[in-house]
């Protein structure tokens, strides 16, 4: 039985982060939030946005106020003719796609889980894979926020655009965003394709996949010959349906999909996870296993189902973007790191790809991106694999996802971003005195200064704000651990 103080700590989702929150607030509206915001400051306390608690960062975490939004969710508005839809904050992706294929509508692209807050999942980059799609937040229209003081802001890129192009991934250092206007599109149906190549198959052939599919993506087992490369492609509404002319594949029976998505994806692959965790001499060749077993699939099916499938097991990921190009010296490092690590690796690599975009601190900032996720079962020692991989990373301007585990801080973080000065800027005008701050945001953004509202607008280079930082070569970064 937990205490009550027990049943106060908040946990992230992987078990990697808690925080002993001073109090928990709840809002239901608009004015709520704002209420919390004014008692906090009145109280001397911070607040910190709560989305789903699904980053392996302690993005979220908070000793002030934790603004729980799970009461604060929602569509309030949908244009079917425009796709403009505006969501309350709170709402949970799951809901948001149910909500959006009941309208005919569709988000044009999604990650691999469904678990996660519209706001959270915005507020930390979160991205799914196509070489010409930009991440979740790169379909945001507009935001609205409340701010530091208690004043309510919308943004666009035609008003307020700074703010606008900073809070879209903002961590939730600007505000607390209370709703979003995304661009959504008419809803689609996907062909999914699944299989097996060999990985120097797959790594030959890489930029023909990314730019040959809507949607590419691999999985590599570290120890195994084999990749599971997924590629999605848009189809018309009714391929695959019963009776129609195509001669595209049906979606999978409902008996197929809960075999392989929660039997084997899941129950199956986490007794083997167990099993390398008990005895972590055997995980090589489980992780050989795991790939030799992979299978073929093709299906159709509503977009996303084809995106979102369950993630039972529970593991702990870093996940950094580099040039599109570095893909393969990245890979071929890693192959030859992985054995020489003193512990073994039980999960998959994800490779996944991105368009380039232009909001401030998204990790495909200014490039086309492929996205490289390290992931380690839960239990199993990760801080050498993570370390290692990071150093690689480094090599090619590797850019951290800001809610997956790194080490990265303000210098090293300000040297891979050219417009981090503009929002260390707007956050200083806009809280001044830190009230969203935590201990992840004094880390990634240093401490608030009044000399970052020096910062010229559109200024490309930093080097003046964190001097002697700044000018530390890419690298290892120092003490102080990962989360
Ligand atoms: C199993 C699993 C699968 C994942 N798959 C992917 C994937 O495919 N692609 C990917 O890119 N990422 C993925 N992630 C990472 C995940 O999408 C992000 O970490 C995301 O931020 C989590 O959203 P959340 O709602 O849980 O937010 P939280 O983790 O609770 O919060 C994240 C940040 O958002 C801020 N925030 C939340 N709500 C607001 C608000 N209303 N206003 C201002 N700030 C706010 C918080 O303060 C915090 O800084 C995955 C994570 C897990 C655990």
Same mark, same amino acid.
């Given at each position: 039985?937990?205490?009550?103080?027990?049943?106060?700590?908040?946990?992230?989702?992987?078990?990697?982060?808690?925080?002993?929150?001073?109090?928990?607030?709840?809002?239901?509206?608009?004015?709520?939030?704002?209420?919390?915001?004014?008692?906090?400051?009145?109280?001397?306390?911070?607040?910190?946005?709560?989305?789903?608690?699904?980053?392996?960062?302690?993005?979220?975490?908070?000793?002030?106020?934790?603004?729980?939004? %799970?009461?604060?969710?929602?569509?309030?508005?949908?244009?079917?003719?425009?796709?403009?839809?505006?969501?309350? %904050?709170?709402?949970?992706?799951?809901?948001?796609?149910?909500?959006?294929?009941?309208?005919?509508?569709?988000?044009?692209?999604?990650?691999?889980?469904?678990?996660?807050?519209?706001?959270?999942?915005?507020?930390?980059? /979160?991205?799914?894979?196509?070489?010409?799609?930009?991440?979740?937040?790169?379909?945001?229209?507009?935001?609205?926020?409340?701010?530091?003081?208690?004043?309510?802001? /919308?943004?666009?890129?035609?008003?307020?655009?700074?703010?606008?192009?900073?809070?879209?991934?903002?961590?939730?250092?600007?505000?607390?965003?209370?709703?979003?206007?995304?661009?959504?599109?008419?809803?689609?149906?996907?062909?999914?394709?699944?299989?097996?190549?060999?990985?120097?198959?797959?790594?030959?052939?890489?930029?023909?996949?990314?730019?040959?599919?809507?949607?590419?993506?691999?999985?590599?087992?570290?120890?195994?010959?084999?990749?599971?490369?997924?590629?999605?492609?848009?189809?018309?509404?009714?391929?695959?349906?019963?009776?129609?002319?195509?001669?595209?594949?049906?979606?999978?029976?409902?008996?197929?999909?809960?075999?392989?998505?929660?039997?084997?994806?899941?129950?199956?692959?986490?007794?083997?996870?167990?099993?390398?965790?008990?005895?972590?001499?055997?995980?090589?060749?489980?992780?050989?296993? %795991?790939?030799?077993?992979?299978?073929?699939?093709?299906?159709?099916?509503?977009?996303?189902?084809?995106?979102?499938?369950?993630?039972?097991?529970?593991?702990?990921?870093?996940?950094?973007?580099?040039?599109?190009? %570095?893909?393969?010296?990245?890979?071929?490092?890693?192959?030859?790191?992985?054995?020489?690590?003193?512990?073994?690796?039980?999960?998959?690599?994800?490779?996944?790809?991105?368009?380039?975009?232009?909001?401030?601190?998204?990790?495909?900032?200014?490039?086309?991106?492929?996205?490289?996720?390290?992931?380690?079962?839960?239990?199993?020692?990760?801080?050498?694999?993570?370390?290692?991989?990071?150093?690689?990373?480094?090599?090619?301007?590797?850019?951290?996802?800001?809610?997956?585990?790194?080490?990265?801080?303000?210098?090293?973080?300000?040297?891979?971003?050219?417009?981090?000065?503009?929002?260390?800027?707007?956050?200083?005008?806009?809280?001044?005195?830190?009230?969203?701050?935590?201990?992840?945001?004094?880390?990634?953004?240093?401490?608030?200064?009044?000399?970052?509202?020096?910062?010229?607008?559109?200024?490309?280079?930093?080097?003046?704000?964190?001097?002697?930082?700044?000018?530390?070569?890419?690298?290892?970064?120092?003490?102080?651990?990962?989360?």
């Amino acid at each position: 039985m937990r205490t009550a103080a027990e049943r106060r700590v908040w946990r992230n989702w992987a078990g990697t982060a808690t925080a002993a929150p001073a109090r928990w607030c709840r809002p239901r509206s608009e004015a709520e939030i704002v209420t919390a915001v004014k008692d906090a400051a009145a109280s001397g306390l911070t607040v910190r946005a709560l989305g789903s608690g699904h980053s392996f960062t302690a993005a979220a975490a908070t000793t002030g106020v934790a603004l729980d939004l %799970s009461g604060w969710t929602g569509i309030t508005a949908a244009d079917t003719r425009t796709g403009l839809v505006t969501a309350r %904050s709170g709402t949970s992706l799951r809901a948001l796609n149910a909500e959006l294929s009941g309208l005919g509508l569709a988000m044009a692209n999604l990650g691999d889980i469904d678990k996660q807050t519209l706001a959270g999942a915005l507020s930390t980059g /979160t991205h799914g894979t196509g070489a010409r799609l930009g991440g979740l937040a790169t379909q945001a229209e507009e935001l609205e926020l409340v701010l530091a003081d208690g004043s309510t802001a /919308t943004c666009s890129a035609s008003s307020r655009p700074d703010l606008f192009a900073a809070a879209r991934i903002g961590l939730g250092a600007l505000g607390v965003v209370t709703s979003v206007t995304l661009r959504c599109v008419p809803a689609f149906t996907l062909l999914a394709d699944e299989r097996p190549l060999p990985v120097e198959e797959v790594l030959e052939r890489f930029d023909a996949l990314a730019e040959g599919n809507d949607h590419f993506e691999f999985y590599w087992f570290p120890y195994g010959r084999n990749a599971l490369v997924k590629q999605n492609n848009r189809v018309s509404a009714d391929a695959g349906a019963a009776g129609s002319a195509g001669s595209v594949p049906p979606p999978l029976p409902a008996w197929r999909r809960f075999w392989e998505f929660e039997v084997m994806e899941n129950a199956g692959f986490g007794a083997l996870c167990r099993l390398g965790r008990a005895r972590p001499r055997l995980i090589p060749a489980l992780n050989r296993f %795991s790939s030799s077993v992979l299978s073929a699939r093709t299906y159709t099916e509503t977009s996303h189902r084809v995106f979102v499938t369950p993630r039972r097991v529970r593991f702990t990921e870093s996940e950094y973007a580099v040039p599109r190009e %570095s893909l393969g010296h990245v890979i071929a490092e890693l192959r030859r790191a992985v054995p020489r690590l003193p512990h073994p690796v039980m999960f998959p690599v994800e490779v996944r790809v991105a368009a380039a975009d232009d909001i401030w601190l998204s990790t495909a900032h200014g490039r086309e991106s492929a996205y490289v996720a390290i992931h380690q079962y839960a239990g199993l020692p990760y801080q050498d694999y993570f370390d290692r991989f990071e150093s690689i990373v480094a090599e090619v301007a590797g850019r951290p996802h800001w809610g997956k585990m790194h080490s990265l801080d303000a210098a090293r973080l300000g040297a891979l971003y050219p417009r981090f000065g503009d929002f260390l800027r707007v956050r200083a005008e806009t809280d001044p005195e830190g009230r969203f701050g935590n201990a992840y945001l004094t880390r990634v953004f240093g401490s608030i200064s009044p000399l970052a509202l020096l910062a010229p607008l559109g200024r490309q280079d930093t080097d003046y704000l964190l001097p002697a930082a700044y000018a530390r070569p890419p690298g290892r970064t120092g003490p102080g651990g990962r989360s």
